[in-house]
């Protein structure tokens, strides 16, 4: 069997064995997704027709609908990121990794199955959270067939950068507990972007950290998909985020995995 063969193997192998987890434990991803349904209730049914009047809406909730919901699907992807951190650091730190260490296999297999188990997890939840958006009103009548590819394209990108951060800051964690809280601001972050209110309406001051953060471009590229707004330069800036954090992760995951164990 060639080494690209055993590498797709092991990888697949490892990669069963996270799903198979999250399927009998599925508390942990429900509980992550509970932030940005909670967020979406609450924006909406709440704070909806005052936001809607703040972002040019009059008193329509209907509008603020449709500005909150891409927003909302990529801060899903932060949240549903941190149980990839919290179960590489219980691999990292229960003796696991070093057991497979020791085994006639794929080096990289075990973060391999975890970033794609991550990002299955992170496009399901995506989707579930979606569904609660378009029962509560959200329509993307006006994208084409090749938007919507394009917007799930960025959406498993996004996930793709966000896991292997994830997956970074689980194998530098001390504990689990560590690893979920280092991994908190994937979920704060998109607080203070664009995901409830324009950039623009923010303080002078802090506008340029809110605008070139990574979520906000990401967002705005995910609405002007499904809402036709307007793209600009944020797809580029998504983009290349994304791919920086890709490079970032997987060098930071691999250095951490590949040190000797203390």
Not at 36 to 57: H, K, N, Q, T
Not at 60 to 83: C, F, H
Request: proline residues 5%; aromatic residues 10%; charged residues 10%.
């Amino acid at each position: 069997m060639s080494s690209v063969s055993a590498a797709v193997r092991d990888s697949s192998t490892m990669l069963r064995r996270n799903l198979l987890h999250a399927w009998r434990y599925p508390s942990g991803t429900l509980n992550l997704l509970l932030t940005p349904i909670m967020m979406l209730l609450l924006f909406v049914y709440i704070f909806g027709d005052v936001m809607s009047a703040g972002i040019g809406g009059g008193a329509d909730r209907s509008d603020y609908i449709a500005y909150i919901v891409p927003g909302l699907l990529l801060m899903t992807v932060g949240s549903t990121v941190i149980g990839a951190a919290v179960s590489v650091s219980v691999d990292m730190t229960q003796g696991l990794t070093a057991r497979f260490r020791t085994m006639a296999i794929y080096r990289g297999s075990l973060l391999v199955g975890h970033v794609v188990g991550g990002v299955l997890q992170c496009v399901m939840s995506v989707v579930l959270v979606g569904a609660v958006g378009v029962a509560m009103g959200f329509r993307s009548t006006d994208a084409t067939a090749l938007e919507w590819i394009a917007a799930f394209g960025l959406i498993t990108l996004f996930a793709l950068a966000l896991t292997w951060i994830a997956v970074g800051m689980g194998a530098a964690s001390p504990n689990p507990e560590a690893a979920g809280n280092m991994a908190m601001p994937l979920i704060l972050l998109p607080l203070i972007s664009s995901a409830f209110i324009p950039a623009d309406t923010m303080p002078g001051w802090f506008q340029p950290i809110a605008q070139y953060q990574p979520f906000t471009p990401a967002i705005e590229t995910l609405r002007g998909l499904l809402l036709g707004t307007e793209i600009g330069h944020n797809g580029w800036i998504t983009i290349v985020w994304c791919v920086g954090l890709i490079a970032l992760g997987y060098r930071w995951s691999t250095a951490q995995f590949n040190r000797d164990p203390k």
